[in-house]
């Protein structure tokens, strides 16, 4: 099986607020074309154009509706690999294709390794493997390495290219393992996330909670407003726990 770094330099993840995030599903279309020709290329779809489509996604954006009545919300879930500090699939991973990077902490897939057994996308909990049927290997997000390293772009462009196309600014991307970076005080600001704590994964991505709702009190006339307390961490009655709830179905 294949052993983890002790420590890594860095911890270069994802934070996704879905208080703005609108379900556009450009995030997942800008990782599909970016990646189509990149580190993981191809990206292969089957049957496209048909009832059925189905194919190869490192994003992939749900919708779910949350609560009953007057208290319905509609939250749009992107979803991609989280990039755990303790990772199972890749202390599963019988051959080694499966690794985490000392450097900055991003967890890969080395396609020429890579025997498909599929063990890594029975460890996830978080559903991030995709297996590719043409190549036969396993494959997810990779945080656009090929891209945030590149010096050949401008360097406001180094970003995943998910962060770049997001047209409410709902996703960011930087330095978690730094508690002074802007994205780590961010998550600080709006208390910040992680799916499933529970299972010891580590995840580094996190997720910032919608902001609870301004709603209308009486009928007075007055346009008068209150604010729902502020959620805190997952719990009974939250969204938190709710969103806990789903995912371990």
């Given at each position: 099986m294949t052993s983890l770094p002790k420590s890594t330099e860095k911890k270069l993840g994802l934070v996704t607020d879905l208080d703005i995030c609108v379900g556009c599903?450009?995030?997942?279309?800008?990782c599909k074309e970016w990646n189509a020709g990149g580190h993981s290329a191809p990206l292969t779809d089957t049957n496209?154009?048909?009832?059925?489509?189905?194919?190869?996604?490192?994003?992939?954006v749900h919708v779910y509706e949350t609560d009953d009545g007057e208290n319905t919300r509609t939250?749009?879930?992107?979803?991609?690999?989280?990039?755990?500090?303790?990772p199972a699939c890749v202390t599963v991973c019988p051959t080694g294709a499966s690794y985490k990077r000392e450097e900055d902490g991003i967890v890969l897939v080395?396609?020429?390794?890579?025997?498909?057994?599929?063990?890594?996308?029975?460890?996830?909990?978080?559903?991030a493997r995709e297996y590719d049927q043409d190549d036969g290997v396993m494959k997810k997000c990779t945080l656009c390495v090929d891209r945030i390293y590149n010096e050949k772009i401008e360097e406001a462009e180094r970003v995943p290219a998910?962060?770049?196309?997001?047209?409410a600014g709902a996703?960011?991307?930087?330095?978690?393992?730094?508690?002074?970076?802007?994205?780590?005080?961010?998550v600080d600001q709006r208390d910040g996330y992680a799916l499933m704590p529970e299972m010891d994964?580590?995840?580094?991505?996190?997720?910032?909670?919608?902001?609870?709702?301004?709603?209308?009190?009486?009928?007075?006339g007055a346009g008068a407003e209150i604010t729902v307390a502020k959620e805190a961490q997952p719990g009974e009655g939250t969204f938190l726990g709710w969103l806990d709830k789903v995912l371990t179905r």
């Open positions: 599903h450009a995030c997942a279309v800008s496209a154009y048909a009832a059925d489509p189905h194919g190869v996604w490192f994003n992939r939250v749009n879930f992107p979803r991609s690999c989280l990039h755990c500090e303790e080395d396609a020429e390794k890579c025997i498909g057994c599929k063990l890594c996308s029975w460890a996830c909990p978080y559903g998910c962060v770049k196309a997001c047209p996703r960011h991307f930087g330095d978690l393992g730094d508690p002074e970076s802007d994205i780590s005080k961010l994964y580590k995840p580094v991505n996190r997720y910032l909670p919608p902001r609870p709702r301004k709603v209308s009190v009486g009928d007075t």
